[in-house]
């Protein structure tokens, strides 16, 4: 089946910069690339995907780009802000459903 | 519009009693998913609903889990026999189609097995 590697596992920034967060995923066959923030206590909440038909998209400050040659992918959040910091998770389609990385922690300073 | 739901919010029980939880999904989306979520980790996927029936229950750990969505919209996951390894939040995701459309999550039942 389909294994989704996600690193680093905590990343901490200061206001203002910008978060990058990677993805690897095994199955050549999968071909949707969602991104979820998870706050604490609640579900996750879709944030970006990304299919692929194409390498990047972009929506404000986040952006996701994919290589699919190389079967990996990444987020990108420009100016981040405390409401920014959450569990952000990368997930891709494996035989039937979605395979999730083990999340990354975003800790933005202000 | 409303979003996934899911009941109870947070639900303790012993060590083998049986539970249900229930997940009412987005109104007119056919596919249901549930899935399961330890602390530190990412949602596991346990079963996937298309209408009625469980197009994907490979992700079901062993024979005291099941679900069953009889009429085509709420669904309930049924524990028999608890452990205390069953622990975890469950999550429940809806999505218009297939497993290719865009899932929408609910915010979780959190089950504490003593």
């Known amino acids: 089946g389909e294994n989704v590697e996600q690193h680093p596992s905590t990343l901490s920034v200061q206001e203002g910069d910008s978060a990058v967060i990677k993805c690897t995923y095994s199955?050549?066959?999968?071909?949707?690339f969602p991104w979820y923030k998870q706050e604490l206590g609640k579900g996750p909440q879709l944030i970006i995907d990304?299919?692929?038909?194409?390498g990047e998209k972009k929506d404000q400050r986040i952006a996701v780009t994919l290589n699919k040659t190389a079967k990996h992918f990444s987020l990108h959040i420009t100016e981040t802000q405390p409401e920014d910091s959450a569990v952000y998770f990368c997930a891709a389609t494996g035989y039937s459903t979605l395979t999730f990385g083990k999340g990354t922690m975003l800790l933005v300073s202000p | 519009g409303a979003g996934v739901s899911q009941t109870p919010s947070n639900k303790v029980t012993e060590k083998g009693k049986y539970v249900e939880l229930r997940c009412d999904p987005i109104?007119?989306?056919?596919?249901l998913y549930w899935y399961r979520q330890s602390l530190g980790q990412g949602p596991e996927f346990l079963i996937y609903f298309q209408g009625t029936g469980a197009a994907d229950d490979s992700g079901l750990p062993n024979d005291r889990f099941f679900a069953v969505r009889p009429e085509g919209s709420v669904s309930t996951l049924k524990i028999q026999r608890t452990e205390r390894g069953d622990s975890a939040v469950y999550l429940c995701?809806?999505?218009?189609?297939?497993?290719?459309?865009?899932?929408?999550f609910g915010p979780g039942t959190r089950l504490t097995v003593l």
């Open positions: 995701a809806s999505s218009s189609g297939g497993s290719f459309d865009t899932q929408y």
């Open positions: 990304i299919r692929s038909n194409v």
């Open positions: 199955d050549s066959a999968s071909n949707y």
């Open positions: 109104s007119g989306h056919t596919a």
